[in-house]
């Protein structure tokens, strides 16, 4: 069994809307830290968007703030990412990402050093 599975990638044109969503095994899944990233082709993975502490704190890039939505369903043990208006600058493999239960602190949300499993990856497309 996969720690993190995503799905609800896809090719949309320029303002289109995806849902991604993260299946987290019993073990991965945390309630206090979990976030997106995404990387594209010759780039660096950067941080899209996280979910911290008891109160959901949330963090996004600057590149998708107002655009992008993350919340998480801890009953189910899933992660989402709402993205509107999509740019073709969106195109990317995304991941998800889960960190240690009890982090609960956003400094440094966006670092990839912070967590401890990554999912496989789905691929958005976004066309102009």
């Known amino acids: 069994q996969e720690d993190l599975v995503e799905s609800g990638g896809g090719s949309v044109q320029a303002g289109g809307s995806l849902t991604l969503s993260c299946a987290a095994s019993?073990?991965?899944?945390?309630?206090?830290?979990m976030g997106w990233f995404r990387q594209g082709t010759g780039k660096e993975r950067e941080g899209v968007a996280a979910?911290?502490?008891?109160?959901?704190?949330?963090y996004y890039a600057d590149s998708v703030k107002g655009r992008f939505t993350i919340s998480q369903d801890n009953a189910k043990r899933t992660l989402y990412l709402r993205m509107n208006r999509l740019k073709p600058e969106d195109t990317a493999m995304y991941y998800c990402?889960?960190?240690?239960?009890?982090?609960?602190?956003?400094?440094?949300?966006?670092?990839?050093?912070?967590?401890?499993?990554w999912g496989q990856g789905t691929q958005v497309t976004v066309s102009s």
């Open positions: 990402a889960s960190g240690p239960e009890g982090r609960t602190s956003g400094v440094d949300w966006d670092a990839v050093w912070g967590y401890d499993y």
């Open positions: 019993e073990w991965s899944y945390s309630s206090s830290s």
């Open positions: 979910i911290f502490g008891g109160d959901g704190q949330k």
